[in-house]
Structures are given as C-alpha cells and as structure tokens.
C-alpha cells in the first residue's frame, strides 16, 4: 500500500479535542447504515442505555475516519478499525513523523471478531486475477474496505482498469445494473447489504480469496453455503480482525479527559460484565469475539484497564422514564424539589 494513499486517507489534523466537561458526549464512530459495525456500536450503545448512560451512534466511512475520530474528534471516546489498517499504521509509523503523530495516544479497547473480505462480481469473473482490467468499486477513501481492496489488488498484482471510490452500499446497485464488474467489502458476515433476494445467484457470485501471499496478513475465513440467498456453495475467502480503539485520557489534564476516561472505563467494564448478553442477543458476531486476540504493537489504554478491575462498578443511573410512561409519578422530582425549598 503506497505511503501517499495512507496519508491522503488519514488528513493528520492533530490535535485532540479539548471540550469542557460540562457538554462532554459519548459517541462510538462505527460505519454505513448497512454495515456491521454500526450494529455492533447499537449493541454496545444498549447496554450503555441500561445503565443510564447515553452512548450516540455516529455513522461514518469506517476505519480510517474512525481512527482520526477517536483521535481528533471531539467527544469521540471510540471507533471500531480493522486490523490490517493498524498494521500498515505500525508498518508507516517507524520512520514517519507524521504517522508517529497520528497514532500518539490511540490505544486498544477490545479486540472484537473476525470480518470477512467480500469480493462480489459476475459470474463471468471466477477468481481475484481476472478482476485485471475491470471496472472495480474499493470503496470509499475514507474507509477500511478502500484500504483493504487496495492493499489485496496491490500484494496480488492484479491492475484494474478503472478504480470507482464509491461505498458498497452505491456500488451493488451499480454492479446489478451492468456499470460496474466486481466491488469490494468488508464485513462481518452475515452483512446485512447482501440481504434478501435482489442478487441474482446466476449472474453474481462471491469470489474466492485463497492466495498464499495474502496469509501474511489476513485470516483464512469461510462463508458458509446458504449464508446469503444467492450462495449455494461456501466460500473460502479471507478476514481480518475488527477492533474497538479508544484515546489514552489523561486524568490530571483537564476536566473533559476526566470524564472521558471515566466514559472508557465504565463502557470496558459494561462490555465485559455483559459479554453473554451480547452473543445472546447482539449481532451474530459477538458469538465469535475473541478479546485475546490484540493486534501487534498497540498497547490497551490505561482507562480501559482501570474499568476491567474486579472491584470496578460503572457509574450507572436511574434510565429516564419514557414520555407517557408513569403518569401518576411525572412529576415526583419537581413536587419534591418543591417541598424541599418551601422548608427552607
């Protein structure tokens, strides 16, 4: 993957939010309305709810917007990033100011699971070389399945004719209607964008991604037969591993790292005490989360451990009641602040 691609994907705005703690938020950076991550990130922003602590949902690109969010964004305490995206960070960072300064302060929260490299093309296209020369969709610059497709075509030699910069969620409806011969995605499976029965098995197909040169960095993966309506057989294929991030707080900086550590500690200990709700209830892919699996060469933040302690208990508070809800005791908090001041 070209240094240059990195660095116009990533913009390197470096300086770290600084709200005030009085209009702190909490917001996990996830991606499309059709992807996995933004489902995971409503899985976590539920437990959160239960707790009585809000935690907003805010679509994105993906992984690399994500990054620079948890980064630079204000009020931006996390942001799910692939794998491959921290490594080539780590490949970039050993001799780059500008990288080294990018990545100071991202830290660990979780490894999450494995999500799977979607290559969906005619049928007519049997395998990753013969997308040479074709009209191929790599998804938005912003994101991980841009970085992704590039890295893949690029390891593997394969020149397409044209590159389209376009999300996968444009890119089906382009790919179905002719304009376009194959296009990239990365997602945990089952990606909820391949739903339903629009796909027509005998003109689209997912490629298989086998190539030994690829094992160096990706996952050897498997998407079963039936999976997806227009799949009849499996498909073995590759992964890469997706992976919560959060910034590195510090305490004694000001009241907005305060309660942002605070916000990463509680969550990491949320997630942990309600891992078994999750893969019962969640998205399919929590069933699969291994959160022993930490990418190489990045530490986990000092605010998640604080929250992983045994003796930790999260800062939860009475969930606000639902409008029309308890009717006879709406207004039980103004009558006693009312009593309260006429005693005075």
């Not at 116009?8 to 938020?25: K, M, N, Q, V």
């Not at 942990?272 to 209830?281: E, I, P, Q, S």
């Not at 990045?298 to 606000?320: D, F, L």
Request: proline share 5%; with cysteine; glycine share 8%.
């Amino acid at each position: 993957m070209k240094r240059s691609v990195l660095a116009a994907a990533l913009g390197l705005a470096l300086s770290i939010g600084t709200a005030s703690a009085e209009g702190i938020e909490r917001n996990i950076m996830t991606g499309g309305p059709q992807g996995t991550y933004i489902k995971i990130g409503h899985d976590i922003a539920a437990l959160g709810a239960e707790c009585g602590l809000k935690l907003n949902v805010v679509e994105s690109a993906g992984s690399l917007e994500n990054f620079v969010g948890v980064r630079n964004r204000r009020n931006t305490q996390f942001g799910i990033v692939q794998s491959d995206v921290l490594e080539y960070l780590k490949t970039f960072e050993a001799n780059d100011p500008e990288v080294q300064k990018a990545v100071k302060g991202v830290r660990i929260m979780f490894p999450l699971y494995n999500e799977e490299i979607h290559v969906l093309a005619r049928k007519d296209i049997a395998g990753m070389k013969d997308l040479a020369g074709k009209k191929i969709a790599v998804g938005k610059k912003d994101s991980g399945t841009f970085l992704t497709a590039t890295l893949i075509m690029d390891i593997l030699q394969v020149k397409p004719g044209e590159r389209i910069d376009i999300n996968p969620d444009d890119a089906l409806p382009k790919l179905l209607s002719g304009e376009i011969d194959a296009f990239f995605y990365v997602a945990g499976a089952p990606a909820a964008l391949f739903a339903g029965n629009t796909i027509d098995k005998a003109k689209f197909h997912l490629l298989p991604i086998t190539e030994a040169p690829l094992l160096a960095t990706y996952t050897p993966s498997r998407i079963e037969a039936g999976t997806y309506s227009f799949q009849d057989q499996p498909v073995d294929l590759v992964a890469v591993k997706a992976v919560m991030m959060t910034y590195d707080y510090d305490v004694k900086r000001n009241a907005y790292h305060r309660d942002s550590c605070k916000t990463v500690s509680d969550f990491s200990s949320l997630i942990l005490t309600g891992l078994d709700k999750l893969k019962a209830t969640g998205h399919p892919k929590w069933k699969t989360v291994d959160l022993t699996a930490l990418p190489p060469g990045w530490q986990v933040g000092v605010c998640v451990k604080a929250g992983m302690a045994i003796n930790y208990k999260p800062s939860c508070k009475a969930p606000a009641e639902k409008a029309g809800s308890g009717a006879d005791d709406s207004n039980e908090e103004y009558l006693n602040l009312l009593k309260q001041r006429l005693q005075q």
